[in-house]
């Protein structure tokens, strides 16, 4: 069973950058489909970014597209998410999410993925 292990979160001051992390452990995670996912305070769970299993598909929300870029290391069963110019609206905990499936439309629904992570904690400050 894959366990994903997010890292990376922390406070950062608007128009900075950060990188996530999330950490596959238990089997290869070269075949998963992997999303990102965020959830402000008050506010529903939304989709972020997702990557196909190979890497070479990426998808984006408008409200992140040119800001974050996500990315993958298979090698080390780890996804990343880098956000630069960062805003205070960005603050939430953000999730990783994965699915085991070598499909490459875009998946950005809580339902179409089948294993989290615990979340990381982003504040972004003004």
């Known amino acids: 069973q894959v366990q994903l292990v997010e890292s990376g979160g922390g406070l950062v001051q608007a128009g900075g950058s950060l990188r996530l992390s999330c950490a596959a452990s238990?089997?290869?995670?070269?075949?998963?489909?992997t999303g990102w996912f965020r959830q402000a305070p008050g506010k529903e769970r939304e989709f972020v970014a997702a990557?196909?299993?190979?890497?070479?598909?990426?998808y984006y929300a408008e409200s992140v597209r040119g800001r974050f870029t996500i990315s993958r290391d298979n090698s080390k069963n780890t996804v990343y998410l880098q956000m630069n110019s960062l805003k205070p609206e960005d603050t939430a905990v953000y999730y990783c999410?994965?699915?085991?499936?070598?499909?490459?439309?875009?998946?950005?629904?809580?339902?179409?993925?089948?294993?989290w992570g615990q979340g990381t904690q982003v504040i972004v400050s003004s």
């Open positions: 999410a994965a699915d085991r499936t070598t499909q490459q439309y875009m998946r950005r629904y809580e339902y179409e993925y089948t294993l």
């Open positions: 238990g089997r290869t995670f070269s075949q998963y489909y």
């Open positions: 990557i196909s299993w190979s890497g070479g598909i990426t």
